[in-house]
């Protein structure tokens, strides 16, 4: 007889039973073990169906391909240059992926990227070993020269670039400032008012405490209204 | 390594601003102390500034004096840089910026004077009491050399003696009324060369791009009681008084919060 000892939508820590029997399946965040499901992670319970899923609070990012990352040169090997991505794997972008210029044989690679760059890019594959391919070849890949990198929780991330990115274009409008979020959680802001900059940076933190409690649109919005004194315009688009 | 960070931090100092919002001669506030933190020690303190935390405990031993001074108490000041602070750190044996922290504190209340040596004497030539401060970060987010020395004067006050009886026995588990006498109330200021710019109170990111430091610790009655310079770059003369001119003003803006 299977029993499901969990509600939907509940805060689980990592070891708690979820279900018992076969009649559920493990999904994202959890395992089996016999006839349990135990969670593995610290996370929000979804129940779809019969597979039971995770969703996590916190922890490192996991790399997924597809993805755009920001992630800072540690390392210049023979063939191109070591990544580290704010997860627990290091990311390799090779000579070929970085540039579409000649690099002739025995070139100084730091002309290109140099210890400590901060670089937006994809990832391109995640090998099962967790070795991770990145390319700066697609729109908006670049070097980031300038401006300030803070780092959040990457559980955060899709709260604060909002539906269709609608969040973080509010924070661009607001506060006039360039910011690009990486999916590992990694954020590079530029503005030109160094007033603006931190109130971007703060309102991303504010975002990131209470990413949680219900209206944080309207609240982020009214928020950003008073510190700038401006009324901002936005297209809520589907709701 | 840091070049776009520093290049990012001189720009904003060229507009009068940090990274955090402060102005260059602003402190991180409030400047929060809590007194007897450590049950187990004869003092003790928490200190928090900004994000930054640090732990400061002090027990009392008696010992023999050293030949040279036989009417004087020993004090002896150890900071240890745990990892738990700082992801940079690592376990293991102090390191030189954990050696550079306890010698500066050390230096800052041996020369004040801030404890009377002499009232720690027991018995000439043969037992004093040492004080020993330990000093513990529990987070680093900058500046670990200020607080430390406010830490460790804050637990210096907080100390009392514990009982004795008639043997010389000490009972840790029960403590006097008397307390260490502290004549002057020693805290440091750190003032740190970015560019052309002079900053006190720096956060990690602007400790990592910093040209040049100098720590200068100060009395009540705004005496120079210790200096200590740090990093790569060189320092001209009129920088320098300029520097000890924020540090006095800096020293009794933290005093205060005692």
Known sequence: MSKLLTKDKEVVVPGEHLAEGMDYLPGAGTYREGEKIISSVLGLTRIEGRAIKLIPLSGKYLPKRGDMIIGRVFEIAFSGWRIDTESAYQAMLNMREATSDFIPKGANLTKYFDFGDYIVCKITNVTSQNLIDITMKGPGLRKLKGGRVIKVNCHKVPRIIGKKGSMVSMIKKATDCKIIVGQNGVIWLQGEDPKMELLAVKTIKKIEKEAHINGLTDRIKKYLEKETGKKIETDRGEQ | ?258
């Open chain 2, 1 to 258: 390594m840091n070049e776009e960070l520093r290049n990012h931090i001189i720009n904003l100092l060229n507009k009068g601003v940090r990274l955090d919002g402060r102005k260059p001669l602003e402190y991180r506030k409030p400047v929060d102390i809590k007194y007897d933190f450590s049950k187990s020690a004869e003092g003790s303190a928490r200190v928090q500034i900004g994000e930054t935390v640090v732990i400061a405990g002090v027990k009392l031993a008696t010992q023999e004096p050293y030949p040279d001074s036989p009417e004087e108490g020993c004090l002896m000041v150890n900071a240890e840089l745990l990892p738990i602070s700082n992801p940079e750190f690592e376990t293991g044996p102090p390191g030189i910026d954990a050696i550079e922290i306890s010698r500066v504190v050390d230096r800052g209340i041996r020369e004040s004077k801030a404890i009377d040596m002499k009232k720690l004497c027991v018995e000439k030539g043969e037992k004093v009491w040492s004080v020993m401060i330990d000093i513990c970060p529990l987070n680093d987010a900058g500046n670990l050399f200020d607080i430390s020395a406010l830490s460790a004067l804050a637990a210096l006050k907080n100390t009392k003696f514990p009982k004795t009886d008639k043997e010389g026995t000490i009972d840790y588990k029960n403590k006097t009324d008397k307390s260490l006498s502290l004549d002057k109330q020693t805290v440091s200021v750190t003032v740190c060369k970015i560019g052309d710019h002079l900053i006190v109170d720096p956060i990690t990111e602007e400790e990592k791009v910093i040209d040049a430091r100098m720590t200068i610790a100060t009395d009540q009655n705004q005496n120079l009681c210790a200096m200590q310079k740090g990093g790569d770059s060189p320092l001209t003369e009129e920088e320098i008084s300029k520097m000890v001119d924020i540090g006095v003003k800096k020293c009794d803006e933290l005093r205060k919060a005692l």
